[in-house]
């Protein structure tokens, strides 16, 4: 929920300016508009209707009430303070005001209660039921109550101009419900599609979870070791700091299968993974490379910090006597190599650190070989 608010809140800051654009934009032309059709009514000296009155009644009051309900809402949408659905509502509810007044305004064109549509329209681009439900609320209350306002305001109208209303009233709210209709479709179709990419984005993640984590020990596999080595280094290199690189090996792992069986050759596998996992914690990543060998890239320089904490880990393993029975040690050989020069290719560091293990085996295993 947090993480769906911080992104709709994201929206709205980066949307806020078009937003500014459309209401202002949007009451320059209701406002120039009024004034052509104003020339046009007021040319007809016939007409009883004064040029001053005109003006008064139907652009400058209209327009000031449209000016202030849209600086309330932009001030509104500027606020930090209010969630990403109150500022939905609040959109909605401007359109509604400046759809009232709009019909209020021109009662002698009641087709203009057509225009409480806009707030359910509106709603469509929020993709959310609750705020549609509102919008179709709003609108049928505004049809109503502007139609009211109208018949109070023409209070000397007769019966076949109550009717008119009244009809015009009933075809607005008709108007209203069909574009309920149609928006809630729109809707329902847009909510359902965001179902399938959500489902569909889980089994990619699953599909991307597996191809970079192995299936056995739950470690990172061999392909998201050169990923995130090849990362490591090109942050090393924008940052200018180094890094670490150990590789690690069972000590004669073949002789266990064979001797044990695969079965107990991967529970090994297992134990040496969660004790790598214990033994570096946070300090760095760990990795699968292949068969019986393991790799870890420490996330600091640090050769004493990281060459002790490979110590702990391999007397962790060589001191365990209770994997078999029989009194047999499972040991690792390590290889550490720190990462200076950042210059160098991936290729050239895992050569470093792989030389490094080969180095530990030739002096007789079970121990830590280092170079800086």
């Keep these: 929920m947090e993480k769906n608010k911080a992104v709709y809140d994201e929206i709205y800051g980066k949307l806020i300016g078009k937003i500014i654009v459309i209401f202002i ?12 059709v104003g020339i046009v009514f007021t040319a007809d000296k016939q007409r009883e209707l004064q040029v001053l009155e005109y003006f008064i009644k139907y652009v400058i009051v209209p327009a000031s009430v449209d000016a202030v309900i849209i600086a309330v809402t932009l001030f509104l949408l500027k606020m930090k303070k209010l969630s990403s659905k109150i500022k939905n509502y609040v959109l909605v509810t401007s359109l509604w005001c400046i759809a009232l007044v709009l019909s209020i305004t021109h009662g002698y064109f009641v087709v203009m209660l057509a225009a409480f549509i806009i707030p359910v329209l509106a709603s469509t681009l929020f993709l ?28 000397n109208s007769d019966r076949s101009g109550k009717i008119y209303i009244w009809g015009s009233a009933i075809i607005a709210v008709l108007l209203v419900a069909l574009t309920s209709v149609v928006v809630g479709l729109v809707v329902q179709i847009h909510r359902q599609r965001e179902k399938v ?24 596999n ?27 090996d069972i000590d004669d792992f073949k002789n266990i299968n064979d001797t044990y069986g695969h079965g107990i050759g991967d529970d090994i596998l297992k134990y040496v993974s969660d004790t ?8 760095g990543v760990s990795f699968r490379y292949g068969g019986d060998e393991f790799a870890i890239i420490f996330n600091n320089p640090n050769p004493e910090a990281n060459v002790a904490a490979l110590e702990v880990l391999r ?37 470093r650190a792989d030389q490094a293990l080969y180095q530990a085996k030739y002096n007789g295993k079970n121990q830590v070989h280092a170079e800086y």
């Design 222 to 248: 061999h392909t998201s070791f050169y990923n995130v080595l090849e990362n490591k280094l090109s942050k090393a290199r924008r940052d200018r700091r180094g890094f670490a690189l150990a590789m690690l």
């Design 25 to 36: 934009s949007s009451w320059l032309l209701v406002t120039i508009l009024e004034i052509i």
């Design 197 to 220: 990419l959500i489902e569909m984005q889980h089994e990619n993640a699953k599909l991307v979870k597996a191809n970079r984590v192995d299936g056995l020990t739950g470690l990172q």
């Design 276 to 283: 790598i996992v214990a033994a570096i914690n946070k300090t």
């Design 315 to 351: 007397k962790s393993v060589a001191n365990n006597d209770s994997l078999f029975s029989d009194g047999t040690r499972v040991t690792l050989s390590i290889g550490y190599y720190n990462v200076k020069e950042v210059q160098m290719t991936s290729e050239e560091i895992f050569f």
């Design 128 to 155: 959310d039921y609750k705020t549609f439900t509102y919008g179709i609320i709003l609108s049928l209350a505004g049809v109503f109550a502007a139609s009211i306002t109208i018949l109070y305001l023409e209070g």
